[in-house]
């Protein structure tokens, strides 16, 4: 069989532990050609993706870098019998295309849940203590203690308000919990008090959180959510944390929101398109705390998505059963409910 896989690119000095790149390729290469199989190492999201289309069996990519399976590609790729996300999350193949040509799509579901967990609360923490203003000064000379002070707050019995309470919002919960904050949580899936975490509707989290940390899946009804509707009803002085994915939250909106003062700061790891181009709005924007998509590629991640993968590939081939955690398209019909709740 044909795999096509695409990761990020191995380049200059200190990449020597990564695994989840051209290099290395979380170890599919030995691991495929002593299975017989070929393997298609790709670093350019267009041009090199489009000609293996025809005759490609299996296309692999990372959410960090991601492999966009449109309608287009995926009509065009005759032979495709399975998506594999090398990660969590599989918004960048279009589902309803991939169960209208049977092609099965699958995660390597908890992952990188503690990952993105721990980057979540991070960014919280930096955000509300203004460490970007003091960092600055620290590295420009400066000693401006007022100007720092001014917009600096402890988390303490702050209201934080968890949009998506699956997996990694329970895992943030818990991490919050020591730091006597109340906690709250709208999930259409999860419509009960949990772990510390009261359920509410999603206009109160909008309306009464002091700051909003997104960890749902990119669907129909999450698509351009946080838009300048949503956003000017936060809290004037509020925290939008995003670790889940760019394009629920509004791109232009959140950046005016921000520059009007209404929203105190913006922070994640999550863009659209990814890579970023260099020009988005966000790399420039007031108050940011935004970093490249790695929060779910720690070493400890990456091992796990190695071994997932490896899983995944190793029961494709035996034609046995996929975990059914990590499924997410499967006979032609959407398999997991985080993809088709309102």
Known sequence: MKIVALFPETSGSGTENQLLNTEKAIGLKPFLQEKGHELVILNDNEKDLNAHLADMDVVISAPFYPAYMTKERLNNAPNLKLAITAGVGSDHVDLD?????????????????????????????????????????????????????????????????????????????????????????YDPMNQKDMKGSTFVPFDKLVKTSDVITIHAPLTHSTDNLFDKEVLSQMKEGSYLINTARG?????DDVKEMIESNHIQGYAGDVWYPQPAPSDHPWRTMPRQAMTVHYSGMTLEAQARIEEGVKDILTRFFEEKPFQEKDVIVDGGKIASSSYTAE
């Not at 000693?143 to 997996?167: E, P, Y």
């Not at 394009?247 to 791109?251: A, D, E, L, P, Q």
Request: no cysteine.
């Open 97 to 185: 295309a991939a169960v209208k040509n049977e092609v099965t799509v699958v995660e390597v579901t908890g992952s990188n849940t503690v990952s993105v967990a721990e980057h979540a609360v991070m960014d919280i923490l930096i955000l509300l203590r203004n460490f970007l203003e003091g960092h600055r000064q620290a590295e420009e000379g400066e000693w401006n203690l007022s100007q720092v002070g001014n917009d600096a707050h402890d988390l303490q019995h702050k209201t934080v308000g968890i949009f998506g309470f699956g997996r990694i919002g329970q895992l943030v919960a818990e991490r919050l919990a020591p730091f006597d904050v109340t906690l709250q949580h």
């Open 247 to 251: 394009k629920i939250v509004n791109t």
